[in-house]
């Protein structure tokens, strides 16, 4: 029930934020929802977290990659999605798409992504450099909204 209440206040604080986020937005938001990032030399892994930390290869620091990292992770955070190494297939791969998702909508809010092409964003590319992400981002973004391509 307290896990619920948490998840749901997590949820509010997010809902907040309707612009894109940057890589130190996205850090005073774990901040503001006493979740830790920290840099550590993960040897096969890109980033990884827990309910309250959240760890990332410091190969990605200060790179594009860094933002998309800390968002899914923090993604895990927030929908409370985390799993080991025992568990299926299939729940990893549902647990991944949720913090995936939720990546997706603190990084390019739906609005954000519609005003992106009617201004005349409409390369895969441009979109990325718009929204300072990778190509596969937008790729996601656009799949998870729905917007053909």
């Known amino acids: 029930m307290i896990l619920i209440t948490l998840l749901k206040i997590k949820e509010e ?4 934020k309707e612009n894109c986020m940057n890589v130190i ?3 005073a938001t774990a901040t503001e929802l006493d979740i830790d990032i920290s ?3 993960l040897r096969k892994l890109r980033s ?5 930390d959240i760890f990332i290869n410091i190969k990605y620091a200060n790179t ?4 998309e990292l800390i968002a899914h992770e923090l993604g895990h955070c927030l929908t409370g999605c985390f799993y080991d190494s025992k568990v299926d297939k299939i729940t990893r791969g549902k647990y991944e798409y ?3 998702c939720r990546a997706i909508q603190l990084l390019i809010p739906e609005q954000e992504l519609k005003k992106a ?3 005349g964003y409409t390369e895969i590319w441009e979109l990325a450099e ?3 992400v990778s190509e596969s981002f937008i790729s996601k973004a656009l799949k998870f909204y729905r917007i053909a391509q």
């Open 13 to 16: 604080l997010i809902r907040l």
């Open 117 to 119: 092409l009617s201004s």
């Open 98 to 100: 949720r913090a995936d």
């Open 48 to 52: 990884l977290s827990y309910p309250q």
């Open 25 to 27: 937005e996205l850090a």
């Open 64 to 67: 594009q990659k860094e933002k």
């Open 130 to 132: 718009h929204f300072e």
């Open 39 to 41: 840099y550590h030399p």
